[in-house]
């Protein structure tokens, strides 16, 4: 039952933008910027970030989310470029020989409710995350892990099957406060709803559908932050953003390049144009009857795309071409098969694989129509643009390929999905959990032996000169038995009040542009 309802509540977070949207919840009308610009000035300083929309914050189950970075901590950290800093840890060690990781906590931690932050509540938060009952999308991470001990309050030592560097990646997620959460079902809990932490700042309000107001953590141990309030106000139409900026409602949101061009010589606005490791690409649902019959067809559809003009019409050319989920990394293997535009080739490999044109222009086989539909969650018009690009591409080839927007991502029962993912950090995460048989992240139920094997081996090296050669070997396969059409990665456009600073503008980001806030402790806004 647990699964179910964590089910539910995830498809209801993936398809509301996944990047978490909040605002006043004053009561206010929308249009009313006197009115805002005069609260602002009343509260302090204060941020309004344009985002999507929420239905949980809760780092242990929902991997998607710019707002976790804000309420939470973890033991590790990343910094501007990336690496693995202290957190909550100050220090940590590792055994070989035992390979266990003793990690040596901070005194000075308090969670936003007062309660001092110690050792239980690490293991608690690993605990909750490693129970299957909770089907926390981001477990995977975490199955190297055999055993927790908290021999004191300031002091956790984690052992592991095997030697796993990405673990400190994964240690950077947000600690819960075991004295608020033990005993309860943290599927269903209201703490989703009222999460604490012991981030730079609390929730102070949520007014559904219209925004989450957060205020400054006095107590934060690297210092009080220098913004008083963030407001993420809830809007998911990213053309709506960028008409809400130039009103004065939104001080900073992310926008899609065609956008963000009105922004270029504005006065009072910056346009940070920021790279990322954020990959868009066409899942292939192999659980649908129709893809778990023909899995011939992402490897061969894969040649109808044309990626460029998708990066030029789409992207205004703030991306590149993709080919594999490690592109943008030092993992990347240059020399796979890359599925350049090849239209005629498509239609030969359909034709050398048993499909035969009908009379209605389209193909079939065995009776059955090549056609399916590729699904678009609302608010994200590149995902749509793009979908409306492959579809026609598709089209042109003999494919009856139509476009949707749904309300609610169905994983098990679409054809298709405008899908992203992407890490700038170890390679382990976002392939492990999204190409491995089972993993949380697999929504497209694609399965591959040889691809497991890599990974599990790749995942329990240490060193990148160990780990290089998997990896590439890992995307060679990949590039055999397709999940995905990889299209483009994608350039994060954010569009700022130019008083607005300590944005770190060269940090490579993450999916969805995640990881702008990685300091929003240091930020100020100038008079």
């Known amino acids: 039952m647990k699964k179910e309802i964590l089910t539910l509540l995830l498809a209801a977070s993936m398809t509301a933008a996944l990047l978490a949207g909040c605002g006043s919840g004053d009561g206010k009308e929308k249009g009313d910027t006197k009115t805002e610009a005069s609260d602002k000035e009343q509260d302090g300083k204060t941020l309004v970030y344009g985002s999507g929309d929420y239905t949980n914050i809760n780092p242990a189950l929902y991997e998607h989310g710019e707002i976790n970075s804000l309420i939470f901590a973890g033991l590790t950290a990343h910094d501007a470029e990336d690496k693995v800093v202290p957190a909550l840890a100050e220090s940590w060690e590792w055994d070989e020989a035992s390979k266990t990781y003793t990690f040596y906590l901070r005194k000075d931690v308090k969670f936003h409710d007062g309660e001092t932050f110690t050792s239980a509540d690490v293991k608690f938060t690993l605990d909750t995350i490693m129970d299957p009952d909770n089907a926390s999308e981001i477990a995977s991470n975490y199955e190297d892990i055999t055993s927790i001990e908290t021999p004191d309050d300031s002091t956790v030592k984690i052992t592991l099957t095997a030697p796993n560097v990405a673990m400190l990646d994964y240690l950077t997620i947000g600690i819960l406060p075991k004295h608020l959460l033990e005993g309860k079902d943290i599927v269903t809990d209201d703490f989703n709803r009222n999460p604490v932490g012991c981030g730079p700042y609390k929730l102070v309000s949520w007014d559904e559908g219209q925004s989450i107001t957060l205020e400054k953590f006095d107590d934060f141990y690297l210092g009080a932050p220098k913004i008083d309030k963030v407001v993420f106000k809830i809007v998911e139409d990213t053309q709506a953003r960028a008409l809400q900026l130039k009103s004065g409602e939104l001080d900073l949101a992310q926008i899609t390049p065609k956008d963000a061009e009105q ?22 649902n192999f659980g ?17 795309i044309d990626r460029q003009s998708i990066v030029d019409s789409v992207l205004l050319g703030h991306g590149e071409t993709a080919y594999s989920p490690l592109q943008m990394g030092p993992y990347n293997n240059p020399d796979i098969e890359k599925y350049e535009y090849d239209p005629e080739k498509a239609k030969q490999l359909l034709e050398e694989n048993g499909w035969t044109m009908g ?21 994200d018009q590149v995902r749509i643009d793009m979908s409306n690009i492959c579809a026609q591409n ?8 139509k476009v949707e927007v749904v309300a609610e ?4 029962n679409q054809d298709a999905y405008l899908i992203g993912w992407g890490s700038p950090f170890d390679p382990d995460d976002h392939t492990y959990k999204v190409f491995g048989t089972d993993k949380g992240a697999n929504y497209s139920s694609y ?6 094997e890599l990974l599990q081996q ?5 060193t990148q000169e160990e780990r290089l050669p998997l990896y590439k070997e890992f995307q060679t396969e990949l590039s055999k038995d397709l999940p995905y059409t990889f299209i483009a990665y994608i350039d ?22 995640v990881g702008i806030f990685w300091n929003i402790y240091d930020w100020d806004i100038t008079e």
């Open 263 to 284: 922004f270029e010589n504005a006065d009072g606005f910056v346009v940070d144009i920021m790279k990322t490791a954020d990959y868009r690409g066409i899942l292939y």
């Open 288 to 304: 649908s009857e129709f893809f778990g019959k023909h899995r011939e067809l992402p490897n061969i559809l894969s040649y109808a």
């Open 359 to 379: 009379s209605d222009g389209y193909y079939e086989k065995d009776g059955e129509q090549l056609a399916f539909t590729i699904s678009n969650g609302q608010g």
């Open 394 to 401: 598709f089209q042109d080839i003999g494919v009856n390929c």
């Open 409 to 412: 991502t169905d994983w098990a």
């Open 447 to 452: 399965s591959n032996a040889k691809v497991d």
């Open 458 to 462: 790749a995942r329990e090296l240490e």
């Open 492 to 513: 994060a456009m954010y569009v700022s009040k130019d008083n607005i600073t300590g944005l770190t503008k060269d940090t490579v980001l993450g999916h969805h542009g």
